[in-house]
């Protein structure tokens, strides 16, 4: 985006113009502003098209999401010391006919006596239960769920860090094929647009009956001409498909293509480090090594808490009853059972094991394999990013040396087209001349154009591979 100070010398010119004008052009240009739409003469920039690749990928969208479901089990590990409280709230009914003198004596009603279907004149019950549990002391279990959660977070963060890296990385080599189709395109513009003008001179020469050319002359530019028409569809349909990436990153709702501002294709001026500088970065930036450190990280406090589960649980339990019922008396006995009207309360201290040492073992080595498992993925990944950071490297190095070598190439080329076409014009050359330093102009141009392209790429790639 331009800054608003960089505005303000073009808001005056632009004044002052209009300052300038008739009242009809001022009405015309006013008709014309509202016409055309803000923003539709708008081209994206690579950066633009970067940031919005990073909002808009799905899967940068599918990681956050994913990091939020970690952040919720972090949450919840952390809040385990925090008591549970269970209640129960229950209203029943019809309740039977239960009455006697409140203190264990024989029932004082007929449907009181024996349970049948004789249910006297029935009730509802009131019920209201309340258990709170709290731990005091796991042996270290609490404390190794929650650091098993934040190591998740963490890899969470590196993995959405990672989503939005592809996609950065994904749309720049889409901006950059359509940067060298566009390119292309200009090439065999030109080429198509010099070879007319030999067919023309040709069909000068050929009807003032000249020796210097014969109709195979024609045929020969025909030829190239239909070559270069097979190569811009080519070049048109490598362009289509750049807009279409482009717009699947970016997530592009309208029905217009994106529209791009292209840039020429030109030898990058960033300075190639060494391969050791290359790895150091990614050893601390790439996000995938992050999230494979804090994946160990988490597998081993996961570990550790299948390891304590060996060891007993003590907590504080607190408990309410409350049973209240229409159609029973109350007992006042303590000794009387009484599952009709009941109060109690009380805290306990409580210590709780379960016994299932075979399944403990199962779960303790799965987890110790699962430890194993990751731990050989970071050394995996270590390994493919190094070979990956080689392996670009390379090609940058390789595409960037091509790039000078052939755009010599395509200066010398350049001189040789112009000098062929204009000896061609005025009479004194011949078409083979003509033809091939057309050819060659158009092969350095394409061999230019490809290595800039693979440099930029294969230093995307770096850039990738490194985090950075």
């Not at 009405?27 to 003469?41: E, H, Q, R």
């Not at 020469?205 to 014969?214: C, F, K, R, W």
């Amino acid at each position: 985006m331009t800054p608003i100070r960089h505005l303000w010398p073009k808001l005056l010119q632009f004044l002052i113009v209009v300052r300038q004008m008739t009242p009809p052009m001022r009405f015309a240009l006013l008709l014309l502003m509202i016409a055309v739409p803000a923003g539709a003469g708008e081209r994206f920039s690579i950066d633009q098209l970067i940031s919005l690749a990073r909002a808009n990928d799905a899967r940068v969208k599918e990681a956050q999401a994913q990091l939020r479901v970690y952040e919720s089990l972090y949450q919840q590990a952390r809040n385990a010391w925090i008591p549970k409280l269970d209640t129960l709230l229950l209203v029943a009914g019809p309740t039977p006919e239960a009455r006697n003198n409140g203190f264990g004596g024989p029932p004082t009603t007929k449907a009181s006596i024996t349970y049948d279907l004789d249910f006297g004149t029935p009730g509802v019950q009131l019920r209201t239960e309340a258990t709170a549990a709290m731990p005091i002391y796991t042996f270290g279990k609490l404390n190794a769920a929650a650091e098993a959660g934040r190591q998740g977070v963490a890899a969470g963060e590196a993995l959405a860090a990672s989503a939005g890296d592809e996609a950065e990385y994904q749309v720049a080599l889409a901006y950059y094929g359509y940067c060298l189709a566009s390119q292309s395109l200009r090439l065999i513009d030109d080429t198509m647009n010099r070879l007319d003008k030999a067919r023309q001179t040709i069909d000068r020469l050929i009807a003032a009956h000249s020796d210097q050319v014969t109709q195979r002359d024609a045929y020969k530019i025909g030829y190239y001409r239909g070559q270069a028409l097979a190569q811009k569809e080519a070049a048109e349909a490598g362009a289509r498909y750049a807009l279409a990436a482009i717009a699947l990153l970016i997530h592009w709702t309208e029905e217009r293509p994106v529209p791009v501002e292209t840039a020429p294709l030109e030898l990058p001026v960033q300075f190639l480090a060494s391969v050791d500088a290359y790895l150091d970065l990614a050893a601390s930036h790439r996000p995938e090594l992050r999230a494979l450190r804090a994946g160990v990280a988490a597998q081993s406090s996961l570990a550790l808490l299948q390891e304590k589960m060996y060891y007993p649980d003590l907590g504080l339990v607190g408990f309410f009853r409350w049973v209240w019922t229409t159609s029973a008396t109350r007992q006042r006995s303590p000794f009387a059972y009484d599952p009709y009207n009941d109060l109690t309360a009380g805290i306990a201290l409580v210590l709780r094991y379960s016994w299932d040492f075979h399944t403990k073992r199962s779960q303790l080595d799965m987890a110790n394999a699962q430890l194993d498992k990751v731990r050989q993925q970071e050394v995996l990944a270590t390994l493919g990013v190094r070979l990956q950071i080689e392996k670009a490297w390379s090609e940058a190095r390789s595409a960037i040396a091509r790039s000078e070598q052939q755009g010599a190439a395509l200066k010398d080329a350049q001189r040789w087209a112009t000098s062929a076409f204009a000896a061609f014009d005025i009479g004194t050359g011949d078409t083979r001349e003509l033809v091939d330093s057309l050819t060659a102009y158009a092969s350095a141009s394409a061999l230019r154009d490809q290595a800039l392209y693979e440099a930029q790429v294969a230093l995307r790639t770096l850039t990738r591979a490194t985090g950075v």
